[in-house]
């Protein structure tokens, strides 16, 4: 059996903006992350910005970024270029930012009977799929990201989130 390819070496900085204490216990950002590069077929090391905010912030940025009233679960933000481009193989990529909306990730994980912590990797692992291009635009592109973030998910021990026969709990 091959050898795992090494995971990139990540900088995650991880900002709990939100006085709410919603991170669920176990959240691994850095294993999420990685995982998500390696599946996108990403080996590069780089930096990226976890930012956990309430339903104020959520709002604000979903209104002026995207037009769209109320928060949203996550947002990602890729550099202009993705900053990966031309880079030198040595050197770390910025990879951008990545805003969750904590209360939206814990009433939807109610909402949908799936864990906190598993829907929390699921979004994570989406958004970085959308710093690396990734886009859910077609059905062809949304059947391809799909399938990388129920492989992402599985190998991290998480039940598949678009699983429609997932009982409760199970997502």
Do not use: Y
């Amino acid at each position: 059996m091959p050898a795992e390819p090494p995971r990139p070496q990540l900088e995650i900085d991880v900002q709990l903006a939100t006085g709410e204490t919603l991170v669920p216990a176990g959240a691994d950002f850095e294993a999420w992350v990685g995982a998500a590069m390696l599946a996108a077929g990403s080996r590069r090391d780089g930096e990226l910005a976890i930012r956990l905010v309430g339903t104020d912030e959520g709002t604000e940025l979903n209104r002026n970024w995207r037009d769209k009233p109320g928060p949203t679960n996550v947002l990602a933000f890729p550099p202009p270029d993705l900053a990966t481009a031309g880079l030198p193989e040595g050197l770390p990529a910025e990879f951008g930012d990545l805003v969750i909306c904590l209360p939206v990730v814990v009433r939807e994980a109610a909402e949908q009977q799936k864990a906190p912590l598993a829907h929390l990797a699921h979004l994570v692992v989406h958004g970085t799929l959308h710093l690396l291009g990734h886009t859910h635009d077609g059905e062809a592109d949304t059947a391809r990201m799909e399938g990388l973030e129920s492989a992402v998910l599985a190998g991290l021990g998480f039940p598949d989130p678009w699983a429609a026969d997932a009982g409760p709990g199970t997502k």
